[in-house]
């Protein structure tokens, strides 16, 4: 293309060096006095004030309430932030024993249950077959008469109340209420439980749970046990586990036995993919050896679990040698009981227990949790119409049960079904009656995480739609039967506050929320004789089907944050895929995105194939928790549900529900799907942008990758610890110290701006890659999500439907974990082969001190600020995408359609989920760049306040939002000039480096290098064991 | 040879829309100028001027400029209110201070509106002016427990964010930049609130006694001596 131009006054301005604000003026000519008139809009806008104004809340600033997060069992403690009497955003309560501050992604992505747009708004009733809206005084009316009804009639015996499983008082309280209409006790559910744990560790320690001290242990050995990515209680052992490895120095090696990589799997050092079925005896020839109970030669057990022998004899001997070491059992399979006992043994051989098992510190967050077998029983009766009358709160079965067990067919058999849900799930449509529960947000609860400790549960907000609390409304049926009525407070609130002590306990304990004192006991846990058949099937490989780390049994599956929100290991989102080994799919002709049928004995999927190569080659692996039939716009039709595939099969120990080890045959199908992934690439191509050093390398500091040279003079001006405020090439004129204009720039500019250096110091021994950051960044700074299928025209044919945009590289996070595979080839083309190291990687905004994206806009909307940030500044942006040509880090997201808008057909926050918007970030409009800003929000309101109270911002003083959210505390922001602040001491770190440091690009995101723990070479072990 | 492209003629058509508008809003415009007191502060003349002045309505919102009458400017700008509320017999008479009612100018971005409730906690006196329609108003209001749904008068555009306590406590005055409001019967828009006049101050600096003579008050010899006050302009202290 020519650059020449035959129009005189363009080749007048072009004679010029052309400025970058003259560029424009260039381009604008004709059509700037069209586009002012477009942008006037005839709305009154209203000023509305309280009625009364409520003592504690101070207009445009946060009131906070600590409360209790119901997300899953494990029951952490959250902060919830609400501004002008609505919750904006949920934290972890520094207080709290269980989380200490720290929240994953599902515990943040309740605002978006709170605010769902598909709550139900009101009670319904059944009308043929739809469900029509009602009042609350016909709803309730209607219930209690049928309740009075089964109890005089008898039928009250032999109904039945699924709930979901959760801590505190609510199931005693529940159960009482059930005994009072003559009714049997609850079923508390949870299809993600590790229940085969749970029944080992009470046969071995007499508790369901034991405190798990990760850091006490010099070796974690996992089998299946996915503590990272949601087994048992996944922030606590998540914070745990980053201790102990930032201590680099004596930090546990993770070995994860297992045939399939989670996310646990890649954290570590090694990798043992013992062949679905065989773990069990594997243990046992470990148990032998280490001197347990349990018999069998190791080389044999591994032969037969296609492992090499002398990984598992270099396991046994390091067993042997790191004490106290800790071993973790979980997973799904026909024998998860029976393994789970073994590795008890092994832990008790070891002396494990007391140093990295304390039974003393256990956890309560799996008391009273029914078996998976009870689930199948009640839904046998209701096939058999033996129950009259059925109650389902909070879980929805007909999802998340094994197809086998054939619930919504039985459930529909049941003459009268209730259902306390707020939302339209897929149980819950099959309902008669629905008497929507409040949030958890919106109610009164407790928890008790730790024995002798109270987390208590407080309304945040008042509740969004015309729902009430399910307790409320148990004790308004309870009121109209003579016989309970004076066994009840006026409400559940008194319930509560009955366990702290009355009224002024409650109101003295709610600051922090966090109490000595103790629930209602946990009833005694319901079971059900087990039905065997786990490995039944015909089939040549093995299907492992794995409870999703972000969506968990599928209750995440109606938040938009959840679903757009990558899967940490496969890095697909809105979309369910077949994991397949390239060997097997090359062995099939099978390639990545053709659609693929699993089918076993009970049913079949079908979904595009994912290759992954860290799955065995003869196991296909599919995550539960999509797919469903309802559950509101953003679950509906999405994925396919993997339960679907199994039968009726439990653990004939515990009861648990088989997911692992049942016989399927895979053959592709017609068609295929782009994968809805935000991955590149899954491999560095020598760039190194996640780097690792081992042990030995960090001790002496050789052989580590990527020592860059740097072009040109950076590597003699610029220093690690980011001291420059701003880099002398990046602002030109005002970079030049003798330049008379320095203004702001200059340090000694009264204001001072310029002597602070926003700064991150990301630590990849810490990350996990769990993502919670990145829901974290979408909560705070109105991120929308892109991924619904109504929010992409319909342009390309083969790319539409769920993730359509996120297809076409469209996605929004401002933060995403980037996961590679350091292997030599690209991954379709690789063997199986255990060993491969992973590396994930936290990418955002690097806030370059020598910014490529600045100098190319045209209209100053990026630029860099004295204070050290790359600013986006929105209503400057005109889009033309220069910037995000330049970035090399790929931070810069573009507003392809008008998400922020109400009126577009793209909208991203339909009513009510805009009332979670924070009020202290813009929402983008439709053209406009946008990308991570160091939650400069958060920046400024640090500095309001501390000018407020006449002082400076204090060092630690605040931080951004994904650094507060973080499980693993990977991140620590602050400001690197100024050495009080612990980020400018952790710049110094010989792990330190700059992604693309060669760019000379000066970026304030330091990287801590990862630290990988080999096995140690057999000699040094058998050294060691000497000794 | 070539046609004359369409989009010629959208520039045509928006000159025209606009002239009709304003001459539309002139003609509708009421001109009675206030007559000029004795003795007239510099607020009191401006905001005299600009009531008059300021061509009125259509007034209408733009993401670029906020309440625009599409000269580019929301001065003067008084929409009517549903309840009309006095202000200088508040300021004036009964000596309230603004952040009696505005209670969180000073430690919030917000400054905040009376609730409902602080109006009635001296209008549930019978005695206050007992005939009055906007005071039936009022306590009607109440009495079906509804905020009163005021009509704004400055507002900046949402990506703008103006931190009212950092300038209150900094010793602006707030008739600086919402004019005597204590002045007014009926509130109007008395600055343009668009960009130019923000970083003006930033960069010029807030004089301790302009503000105070725009607020009515004669500076003292304090106020006289104190050095201008600047404030840093970089554009993310705002847009964010």
Same mark, same amino acid.
């Given at each position: 293309?020519?650059?020449?131009?035959?129009?005189?006054?363009?080749?007048?301005?072009?004679?010029?060096?052309?400025?970058?604000?003259?560029?424009?003026?260039?381009?604008?000519?004709?059509?700037?006095?069209?586009?002012?008139?477009?942008?006037?809009?005839?709305?009154?806008?209203?000023?509305?004030?309280?009625?009364?104004?409520?003592?504690?809340?101070?207009?445009?600033?946060?009131?906070?309430?600590?409360?209790?997060?119901?997300?899953?069992?494990?029951?952490?403690?959250?902060?919830?932030?609400?501004?002008?009497?609505?919750?904006?955003?949920?934290?972890?309560?520094?207080?709290?024993?269980?989380?200490?501050?720290?929240?994953?992604?599902?515990?943040?992505?309740?605002?978006?249950?709170?605010?769902?747009?598909?709550?139900?708004?009101?009670?319904?009733?059944?009308?043929?077959?739809?469900?029509?809206?009602?009042?609350?005084?016909?709803?309730?009316?209607?219930?209690?008469?049928?309740?009075?009804?089964?109890?005089?009639?008898?039928?009250?015996?032999?109904?039945?109340?699924?709930?979901?499983?959760?801590?505190?008082?609510?199931?005693?309280?529940?159960?009482?209420?059930?005994?009072?209409?003559?009714?049997?006790?609850?079923?508390?559910?949870?299809?993600?439980?590790?229940?085969?744990?749970?029944?080992?560790?009470?046969?071995?320690?007499?508790?369901?749970?034991?405190?798990?001290?990760?850091?006490?242990?010099?070796?974690?050995?996992?089998?299946? #046990? $996915?503590?990272?990515?949601?087994?048992?209680?996944?922030?606590? /052992? +998540? =914070? @745990?586990? *980053?201790? !102990?490895? &930032?201590?680099?120095?004596?930090?546990?090696?993770?070995?994860?036995?297992?045939?399939?990589?989670?996310?646990?799997?890649?954290? #570590? $050092?090694?990798?043992?993919?013992?062949?679905?079925?065989?773990? /069990? +005896? =594997? @243990?046992? *020839?470990? !148990?032998? &050896?280490?001197?347990?109970?349990?018999?069998?030669?190791?080389?044999?057990?591994?032969?037969?679990?296609?492992?090499?022998?002398? #990984?598992?004899?270099?396991?046994?001997?390091?067993?042997?040698?790191?004490?106290?070491?800790?071993?973790?059992?979980?997973? &799904?399979?026909?024998?998860?009981?029976?393994?789970?006992?073994?590795?008890?043994?092994?832990?008790?051989?070891?002396?494990?227990?007391?140093?990295?098992?304390?039974?003393?510190?256990?956890?309560?967050?799996?008391?009273?949790?029914?078996?998976?077998?009870?689930?199948?029983?009640?839904?046998?009766?209701?096939?058999?119409?033996?129950?009259?009358?059925?109650?389902?709160?909070?879980?929805?079965?007909?999802?998340?049960?094994?197809?086998?067990?054939?619930?919504?067919?039985?459930?529909?058999?049941?003459?009268?079904?209730?259902?306390?849900?707020?939302?339209?799930?897929?149980?819950?449509?099959?309902?008669?009656?629905?008497?929507?529960?409040?949030?958890?947000?919106?109610?009164?609860?407790?928890?008790?995480?730790?024995?002798?400790?109270?987390?208590?549960?407080?309304?945040?907000?008042?509740?969004?739609?015309?729902?009430?609390?399910?307790?409320?409304?148990?004790?308004?049926?309870?009121?109209?039967?003579?016989?309970?009525?004076?066994?009840?407070?006026?409400?559940?609130?008194?319930?509560?506050?009955?366990?702290?002590?009355?009224?002024?306990?409650?109101?003295?304990?709610?600051?922090?929320?966090?109490?000595?004192?103790?629930?209602?006991?946990?009833?005694?846990?319901?079971?059900?004789?087990?039905?065997?058949?786990?490995?039944?099937?015909?089939?040549?490989?093995?299907?492992?089907?794995?409870?999703?780390?972000?969506?968990?049994?599928?209750?995440?599956?109606?938040?938009?944050?959840?679903?757009?929100?990558?899967?940490?290991?496969?890095?697909?989102?809105?979309?369910?895929?077949?994991?397949?080994?390239?060997?097997?799919?090359?062995?099939?002709?099978?390639?990545?995105?053709?659609?693929?049928?699993?089918?076993?004995?009970?049913?079949?999927?079908?979904?595009?194939?994912?290759?992954?190569?860290?799955?065995?080659?003869?196991?296909?692996?599919?995550?539960?928790?999509?797919?469903?039939?309802?559950?509101?716009?953003?679950?509906?039709?999405?994925?396919?549900?993997?339960?679907?595939?199994?039968?009726?099969?439990?653990?004939?120990?515990?009861?648990?529900?088989?997911?692992?080890?049942?016989?399927?045959?895979?053959?592709?199908?017609?068609?295929?799907?782009?994968?809805?992934?935000?991955?590149?690439?899954?491999?560095?191509?020598?760039?190194?942008?996640?780097?690792?050093?081992?042990?030995?390398?960090?001790?002496?500091?050789?052989?580590?990758?990527?020592?860059?040279?740097?072009?040109?003079?950076?590597?003699?001006?610029?220093?690690?610890?980011?001291?420059?405020?701003?880099?002398?090439?990046?602002?030109?004129?005002?970079?030049?110290?003798?330049?008379?204009?320095?203004?702001?720039?200059?340090?000694?500019?009264?204001?001072?701006?310029?002597?602070?250096?926003?700064?991150?110091?990301?630590?990849?021994?810490?990350?996990?890659?769990?993502?919670?950051?990145?829901?974290?960044?979408?909560?705070?700074?109105?991120?929308?999500?892109?991924?619904?299928?109504?929010?992409?025209?319909?342009?390309?044919?083969?790319?539409?439907?769920?993730?359509?945009?996120?297809?076409?590289?469209?996605?929004?996070?401002?933060?995403?974990?980037?996961?590679?595979?350091?292997?030599?080839?690209?991954?379709?083309?690789?063997?199986?082969?255990?060993?491969?190291?992973?590396?994930?990687?936290?990418?955002?905004?690097?806030?370059?001190?020598?910014?490529?994206?600045?100098?190319?806009?045209?209209?100053?909307?990026?630029?860099?600020?004295?204070?050290?940030?790359?600013?986006?500044?929105?209503?400057?942006?005109?889009?033309?995408?220069?910037?995000?040509?330049?970035?090399?880090?790929?931070?810069?997201?573009?507003?392809?359609?008008?998400?922020?808008?109400?009126?577009?057909?793209?909208?991203?926050?339909?009513?009510?989920?805009?009332?979670?918007?924070?009020?202290?970030?813009?929402?983008?409009?439709?053209?406009?760049?946008?990308?991570?800003?160091?939650?400069?929000?958060?920046?400024?309101?640090?500095?309001?306040?501390?000018?407020?109270?006449?002082?400076?911002?204090?060092?630690?003083?605040?931080?951004?939002?994904?650094?507060?959210?973080?499980?693993?505390?990977?991140?620590?922001?602050?400001?690197?000039?100024?050495?009080?602040?612990?980020?400018?001491?952790?710049?110094?770190?010989?792990?330190?480096?700059?992604?693309?440091?060669?760019?000379?690009?000066?970026?304030?995101?330091?990287?801590?290098?990862?630290?990988?723990?080999?096995?140690?070479?057999?000699?040094?072990?058998?050294?060691?064991?000497?000794? | 040879?070539?046609?004359?492209?369409?989009?010629?003629?959208?520039?045509?058509?928006?000159?025209?829309?606009?002239?009709?508008?304003?001459?539309?809003?002139?003609?509708?415009?009421?001109?009675?100028?206030?007559?000029?007191?004795?003795?007239?502060?510099?607020?009191?003349?401006?905001?005299?001027?600009?009531?008059?002045?300021?061509?009125?309505?259509?007034?209408?919102?733009?993401?670029?400029?906020?309440?625009?009458?599409?000269?580019?400017?929301?001065?003067?700008?008084?929409?009517?209110?549903?309840?009309?509320?006095?202000?200088?017999?508040?300021?004036?008479?009964?000596?309230?201070?603004?952040?009696?009612?505005?209670?969180?100018?000073?430690?919030?971005?917000?400054?905040?509106?009376?609730?409902?409730?602080?109006?009635?906690?001296?209008?549930?006196?019978?005695?206050?002016?007992?005939?009055?329609?906007?005071?039936?108003?009022?306590?009607?209001?109440?009495?079906?427990?509804?905020?009163?749904?005021?009509?704004?008068?400055?507002?900046?555009?949402?990506?703008?964010?103006?931190?009212?306590?950092?300038?209150?406590?900094?010793?602006?005055?707030?008739?600086?930049?919402?004019?005597?409001?204590?002045?007014?019967?009926?509130?109007?828009?008395?600055?343009?609130?668009?960009?130019?006049?923000?970083?003006?101050?930033?960069?010029?600096?807030?004089?301790?006694?302009?503000?105070?003579?725009?607020?009515?008050?004669?500076?003292?010899?304090?106020?006289?001596?104190?050095?201008?006050?600047?404030?840093?302009?970089?554009?993310?202290?705002?847009?964010?």
């Amino acid at each position: 293309m020519s650059t020449e131009t035959k129009d005189p006054a363009i080749a007048d301005v072009i004679a010029e060096p052309v400025r970058r604000r003259d560029f424009l003026k260039v381009l604008g000519v004709g059509g700037a006095a069209v586009t002012a008139v477009g942008c006037y809009s005839d709305q009154v806008e209203k000023l509305i004030p309280y009625v009364a104004s409520p003592d504690e809340t101070v207009p445009g600033v946060s009131t906070y309430y600590a409360s209790t997060c119901r997300e899953c069992a494990a029951g952490c403690g959250i902060i919830v932030e609400t501004r002008d009497g609505r919750a904006i955003k949920v934290e972890g309560n520094p207080a709290h024993p269980v989380n200490r501050g720290a929240l994953c992604a599902r515990g943040q992505a309740s605002l978006q249950g709170l605010y769902n747009p598909d709550r139900f708004a009101t009670p319904m009733k059944r009308q043929g077959d739809t469900l029509v809206a009602t009042t609350w005084d016909d709803a309730i009316a209607t219930l209690s008469a049928k309740l009075a009804d089964a109890k005089q009639s008898g039928a009250a015996k032999d109904a039945v109340f699924i709930n979901q499983h959760e801590q505190g008082s609510f199931p005693a309280f529940l159960d009482q209420w059930l005994a009072g209409f003559g009714m049997p006790a609850h079923l508390a559910y949870d299809a993600e439980a590790p229940i085969s744990t749970v029944a080992a560790n009470r046969q071995a320690f007499g508790v369901s749970w034991p405190g798990y001290d990760l850091g006490a242990a010099k070796i974690i050995v996992s089998f299946a #046990a $996915d503590f990272l990515d949601g087994w048992g209680l996944p922030v606590p /052992q +998540q =914070l @745990a586990f *980053a201790d !102990a490895r &930032a201590r680099i120095e004596g930090a546990p090696r993770l070995v994860y036995v297992g045939p399939r990589r989670s996310l646990t799997g890649l954290n #570590a $050092d090694t990798w043992i993919p013992a062949r679905p079925g065989t773990v /069990q +005896q =594997l @243990a046992e *020839a470990i !148990a032998a &050896a280490v001197g347990g109970r349990g018999a069998g030669d190791l080389k044999g057990a591994a032969e037969r679990s296609g492992v090499s022998a002398e #990984a598992v004899e270099a396991l046994v001997a390091e067993l042997k040698a790191a004490k106290p070491s800790l071993l973790l059992a979980g997973g &799904a399979g026909p024998n998860a009981t029976a393994l789970a006992s073994t590795i008890n043994d092994i832990n008790k051989a070891l002396g494990n227990v007391g140093q990295t098992i304390k039974p003393a510190e256990a956890s309560q967050a799996f008391e009273g949790i029914a078996t998976h077998a009870a689930l199948r029983d009640a839904a046998e009766r209701m096939a058999a119409g033996r129950v009259p009358v059925a109650f389902v709160r909070g879980a929805d079965p007909v999802h998340s049960m094994p197809g086998g067990a054939k619930f919504a067919e039985a459930f529909a058999k049941v003459p009268f079904k209730v259902s306390f849900s707020s939302y339209p799930d897929d149980t819950t449509q099959l309902c008669d009656l629905v008497l929507p529960d409040n949030h958890s947000l919106e109610s009164w609860g407790d928890a008790e995480p730790v024995k002798g400790t109270l987390s208590l549960q407080q309304p945040a907000m008042d509740p969004v739609f015309s729902t009430r609390a399910t307790a409320d409304v148990l004790i308004a049926l309870a009121k109209a039967d003579p016989q309970m009525a004076g066994r009840y407070p006026a409400d559940y609130r008194g319930v509560i506050a009955a366990r702290v002590g009355g009224n002024a306990g409650l109101v003295a304990a709610l600051p922090t929320a966090v109490t000595r004192g103790s629930a209602l006991p946990a009833p005694a846990p319901k079971s059900a004789a087990p039905k065997g058949g786990g490995a039944a099937g015909q089939g040549d490989y093995f299907l492992y089907v794995y409870q999703s780390p972000v969506l968990g049994d599928g209750r995440g599956a109606n938040k938009p944050w959840l679903q757009e929100l990558p899967d940490p290991v496969t890095k697909i989102a809105w979309q369910t895929v077949v994991e397949l080994h390239p060997e097997t799919a090359r062995k099939l002709s099978i390639a990545q995105g053709d659609h693929v049928t699993v089918t076993t004995s009970t049913g079949s999927l079908t979904a595009p194939a994912y290759l992954y190569i860290g799955i065995r080659p003869d196991t296909v692996a599919v995550a539960a928790g999509r797919g469903h039939a309802a559950y509101g716009r953003y679950a509906r039709g999405c994925g396919s549900n993997a339960m679907a595939l199994l039968g009726v099969a439990e653990d004939m120990r515990s009861g648990q529900m088989v997911l692992a080890g049942v016989r399927a045959s895979i053959a592709r199908a017609t068609g295929e799907s782009r994968l809805v992934t935000t991955e590149g690439s899954a491999r560095q191509h020598d760039r190194g942008i996640a780097q690792a050093v081992t042990l030995e390398q960090f001790r002496t500091g050789e052989g580590v990758e990527h020592e860059h040279t740097f072009p040109g003079q950076a590597s003699t001006e610029f220093l690690p610890g980011l001291r420059a405020p701003v880099a002398n090439d990046a602002q030109g004129d005002l970079g030049d110290p003798k330049s008379a204009q320095k203004g702001q720039y200059d340090p000694d500019h009264w204001s001072g701006v310029a002597k602070r250096r926003w700064a991150m110091v990301v630590d990849l021994a810490r990350c996990t890659g769990c993502s919670a950051c990145v829901t974290a960044c979408y909560a705070e700074n109105n991120i929308p999500t892109v991924g619904a299928p109504w929010q992409g025209p319909q342009l390309w044919p083969n790319v539409t439907g769920h993730g359509a945009n996120v297809v076409r590289g469209r996605e929004m996070a401002w933060i995403r974990l980037e996961r590679y595979f350091e292997i030599d080839r690209e991954p379709k083309d690789v063997e199986f082969n255990a060993e491969f190291d992973t590396r994930v990687i936290p990418m955002m905004c690097q806030q370059c001190g020598n910014a490529p994206c600045e100098p190319v806009c045209p209209v100053y909307a990026t630029y860099h600020s004295p204070d050290g940030l790359n600013v986006q500044v929105y209503n400057r942006c005109v889009g033309t995408r220069y910037c995000s040509n330049g970035c090399p880090y790929k931070v810069r997201y573009f507003n392809w359609f008008g998400y922020g808008e109400p009126n577009r057909a793209q909208y991203a926050f339909p009513e009510p989920l805009n009332w979670q918007l924070n009020p202290d970030v813009t929402v983008r409009g439709k053209g406009v760049m946008e990308k991570c800003t160091f939650c400069v929000q958060r920046i400024r309101e640090a500095e309001n306040r501390a000018r407020l109270e006449n002082r400076e911002v204090q060092p630690d003083e605040f931080t951004v939002a994904c650094a507060q959210a973080c499980p693993s505390r990977a991140l620590t922001f602050g400001d690197a000039a100024d050495e009080q602040w612990a980020v400018a001491r952790m710049v110094e770190d010989k792990r330190a480096y700059h992604v693309f440091e060669e760019l000379n690009t000066y970026t304030a995101v330091v990287y801590l290098r990862k630290v990988n723990h080999p096995a140690a070479a057999p000699a040094n072990v058998a050294a060691a064991e000497a000794r | 040879m070539k046609r004359p492209s369409r989009w010629v003629f959208v520039p045509a058509a928006a000159a025209l829309t606009l002239a009709a508008s304003i001459i539309t809003a002139s003609a509708r415009a009421p001109q009675g100028n206030a007559p000029a007191p004795a003795q007239e502060t510099l607020t009191q003349k401006a905001n005299r001027e600009a009531a008059g002045k300021a061509p009125r309505g259509p007034f209408a919102y733009s993401g670029a400029s906020g309440y625009t009458n599409y000269l580019g400017g929301g001065v003067g700008r008084s929409p009517v209110q549903p309840i009309k509320f006095p202000h200088p017999v508040h300021v004036n008479t009964l000596k309230l201070n603004c952040v009696y009612c505005h209670f969180s100018a000073f430690k919030s971005p917000d400054p905040g509106l009376p609730a409902v409730s602080t109006c009635i906690g001296c209008h549930q006196n019978p005695t206050i002016l007992p005939a009055s329609p906007d005071l039936a108003k009022l306590k009607d209001y109440a009495a079906k427990g509804q905020p009163i749904p005021w009509v704004r008068v400055h507002k900046v555009p949402e990506y703008v964010h103006f931190p009212h306590m950092r300038h209150v406590n900094a010793g602006v005055t707030c008739q600086s930049c919402h004019g005597q409001v204590n002045n007014m019967p009926q509130v109007f828009q008395y600055a343009s609130l668009n960009m130019g006049w923000c970083v003006s101050c930033h960069v010029k600096g807030y004089s301790p006694a302009e503000g105070l003579r725009s607020a009515g008050y004669t500076p003292d010899s304090a106020a006289l001596a104190a050095p201008r006050k600047r404030a840093t302009y970089d554009c993310s202290n705002c847009h964010y």
